[in-house]
């Protein structure tokens, strides 16, 4: 007993934290990548932001010596491959989806990953959860489909009618298949050797970078750059250090020390946070949206219950 409670507050605790906190980081980064003005295409403000994360996270990796362990081929192999599904797709759909649904029923509707990642690691990686991760498995994907059944607010600015909300639907599905399947590569890749979280990060978010590059070409330079009417600098840089350096690297502390389908249902608790910023966007989640999000901090209450066991 005294054992099992060392382990989870030496290992689990830790874990459990570093989801919650990257939850929050991109709960807060995805209303500033709604809020900023630009009429560049999802893939390429994916692209910069990958570009921006990497020259920020530079010192960093400079100062950390490299502790990856003897299958170093093999693990950055996995994350190459998790970068480019997650981060390079995964994040460019998710971008799509957000400019068409807005901060909460993006991130609602992302919740869906630990349903998908709890069958996809049990059949792959051998992590089974148990009946009280499965119910809470369920109450997640229930959360999502309320979501998805929803329709937008009139308030809203992005409610642009139902052609334009399937497709958002879409996107966001495929922003969570791919993000699932990132997620995946990556416990994979985590839980056989000893490589630093901030490392990982950065192996999978130069892989992104290095897919994308090609969509430099399609950008707008020079005189064809539209004039903001206020800085954006500011914007981008909260929200890349929000989201994709804070949060990508706390969600590789979180695979490293937690089963997948545990992560990415912690992962999930956005929705929840995200409530209280839907005004901002004029969004009113009205009570499906609230019961919605109160089923998602349900289903992963019983999965922190099962953690603290």
């Known amino acids: 007993m005294i054992a099992s409670q060392r382990r989870f507050r030496s290992t ?22 709604r809020r900023l003005p630009t009429s560049l295409s999802a893939g390429q403000l994916n692209l910069l932001k990958n570009w921006l994360a990497l020259a920020l996270q530079a010192p960093l990796l400079l100062l950390l010596p490299w502790t990856a362990g003897s299958g170093t081929g ?15 797709l995964g994040d460019s759909l998710y971008f799509a989806a957000l400019r068409r649904l807005g901060t909460r029923r993006t991130l609602t509707l992302d919740a869906g990953g630990p349903a998908v990642t709890a069958v996809a690691g049990a059949l792959w990686l051998a992590e089974w959860p148990t009946p009280s991760q499965w119910l809470g498995v369920g109450l997640i994907t229930a959360a999502v489909l309320l979501v998805a059944s929803q329709k937008p607010s009139l308030q809203a600015p992005l409610a642009a009618g139902v052609g334009q ?47 994308l590059l090609p969509l430099v070409r399609g950008m707008p330079w020079g005189a064809q750059r539209p004039r903001p009417a206020q800085r954006r600098w500011p914007l981008w840089l909260l929200a890349t250090l929000l989201g994709t350096s804070a949060g990508i690297a706390l969600q590789q502390m979180a695979l490293q020390r937690l089963p997948g389908a545990l992560a990415v249902a912690l992962l999930a608790t956005a929705p929840v946070m995200a409530l209280p910023l839907a005004g901002l966007e004029g969004d009113r989640p009205g009570w499906v949206g609230v019961f919605a999000a109160l089923l998602a901090l349900a289903g992963v209450s019983c999965v922190v219950g099962v953690l603290a066991r």
């Not at 830790?14 to 990548?33: E, F």
Request: charged share 5%.
């Open 12 to 33: 689990v605790l830790p874990g459990a934290l570093a989801a919650l906190a990257a939850a929050l980081c991109w709960t807060l980064s995805s209303s500033v990548w």
């Open 165 to 211: 909300q399937g497709l958002g639907v879409a996107l966001a599905l495929g922003a969570l298949c791919c993000g699932s399947g990132g997620a995946l590569l990556a416990r994979a890749a985590l839980r056989s050797d000893g490589l630093d979280p901030l490392q990982s990060a950065s192996v999978r978010l130069a892989a992104a970078a290095v897919v």
């Open 74 to 88: 093999t693990t950055l192999g996995l994350l190459i491959l998790s970068g480019v599904l997650g981060i390079a």
